[in-house]
C-alpha cells in the first residue's frame, strides 16, 4: 500500500510538471480581419488563422491566447513583447523582415477594389482624380498605392486610412468613398454579407500570408513552421478552409 501511495505520488508530480512544462503563448490578431481573424458575438476570438494556431498549439503541445489589438501597432507590439507570435492574415514583405520573422507561406493572396454593389465604376475609373479611396492603416496595400500609384503614377485620388478593412466597407455603402483596397479574402467575405461588389484588381503585385515571431525567438518559429507542414499536409487544411469560406 506504501509504495501505490508513493507511485501515485510520483505519477501526479510528473504529470502536473509535465502540465507546467507547457509553454503559453500570446498571438496578436486583427479582431476584424474575416475570415482570417475576427472576434464573434460573444467576444471570442475566431478566423482561419486562429483555428490553425490552435491545432499546432495542441499538436506540438504549447497553449496559446488570442490576443485583439489595433493591426497599426502590431508589429510594435511584438517588439515590445506584449505579444509573442502574429498569425492574422500578414503579408510577408522585405520592409517586415528587417523586424521580424516570417514562417513559411501558408496562403497566396491579391489585392482588389470593393465598390458598392450598383456602382458602375472600373477600378481605373475610381482611382481618378476627386475620387476618394479608402484603405486600412499599416497595410501593405496602403503603402503599395502610396508608392506606386500617388508618388510613382502621380494619381490624384485621396487616399482615406481606415483602422479596418469593414469599417472601410461600411464607408462604401453609405457613399463617403468610392471604392475600398484591400486583400482579396475579406474582400470575398464583405461581398457574402454586404452590398458591395469586387472591382478587380490594381495592379499590385500578389503576396504571400506568413506568422511572425520576434527575430530572436527561433524555438517558436521552428515550433510554428514544423507545426504548419503538419496542418497543411492533413486533411484539417482542407476542412478549415471550408468551413471559412476560403475555398
Ligand atoms: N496584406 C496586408 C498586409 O499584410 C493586409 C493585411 C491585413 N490583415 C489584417 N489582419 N488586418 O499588410
Known amino acids: 500500500a506504501v509504495f501505490t501511495l508513493i507511485f501515485s505520488l510520483l505519477m501526479a508530480v510528473n504529470v502536473m510538471s509535465c502540465l507546467a512544462e507547457e509553454k503559453t503563448y500570446i498571438n496578436g490578431i486583427d479582431a476584424n480581419f474575416p475570415p482570417?481573424?475576427?472576434?464573434?458575438?460573444?467576444?471570442?476570438?475566431?478566423?482561419?488563422?486562429?483555428?490553425?494556431?490552435?491545432?499546432?498549439?495542441?499538436?506540438?503541445?504549447?497553449?496559446?491566447?488570442?490576443?485583439?489589438?489595433?493591426?497599426?501597432?502590431?508589429?510594435?507590439s511584438l517588439k515590445a513583447k506584449k505579444i509573442?507570435?502574429?498569425?492574422?492574415?500578414?503579408?510577408?514583405?522585405?520592409?517586415?523582415?528587417?523586424?521580424?520573422?516570417?514562417?513559411?507561406?501558408?496562403?497566396?493572396?491579391?489585392?482588389?477594389?470593393?465598390?458598392?454593389?450598383?456602382?458602375?465604376?472600373t477600378p481605373e475609373t475610381a482611382m481618378s482624380e476627386g475620387k476618394k479611396i479608402g484603405v486600412q492603416r499599416g497595410t501593405t496595400e496602403a503603402?503599395?498605392?502610396?508608392?506606386?500609384?500617388?508618388?510613382?503614377?502621380?494619381?490624384?485620388?485621396?487616399?482615406?486610412?481606415?483602422?479596418?478593412?469593414p469599417l472601410a466597407i461600411e464607408d462604401v455603402i453609405n457613399g463617403r468613398i468610392v471604392a475600398a483596397a484591400m486583400d482579396d479574402a475579406p474582400a470575398q467575405d464583405a461581398v457574402k454579407k454586404?452590398?458591395?461588389k469586387i472591382l478587380g484588381g490594381f495592379g499590385m503585385p500578389e503576396e504571400e500570408f506568413g506568422y511572425a515571431v520576434r527575430k530572436e525567438d527561433t524555438e517558436l518559429l521552428n515550433t510554428l513552421n514544423e507545426g504548419l507542414k503538419k496542418i497543411m499536409a492533413s486533411p484539417e487544411w482542407e476542412s478549415l478552409q471550408v468551413k471559412y469560406e476560403l475555398k
Open 143 to 165: 503603402k503599395w498605392i502610396e508608392e506606386n500609384l500617388i508618388k510613382g503614377q502621380g494619381k490624384k485620388f485621396e487616399l482615406v486610412y481606415y483602422d479596418s478593412a
Open 36 to 76: 482570417f481573424a475576427f472576434v464573434d458575438k460573444e467576444g471570442n476570438p475566431d478566423g482561419f488563422d486562429v483555428a490553425v494556431i490552435n491545432w499546432i498549439a495542441k499538436d506540438m503541445g504549447f497553449k496559446v491566447k488570442h490576443q485583439p489589438m489595433d493591426w497599426d501597432g502590431i508589429i510594435p
Open 194 to 196: 454586404k452590398p458591395v
Open 84 to 121: 509573442d507570435m502574429i498569425a492574422s492574415g500578414m503579408s510577408i514583405t522585405e520592409a517586415r523582415k528587417k523586424e521580424v520573422n516570417f514562417t513559411l507561406p501558408y496562403w497566396k493572396i491579391s489585392q482588389v477594389l470593393v465598390a458598392k454593389a450598383d456602382s458602375d465604376l
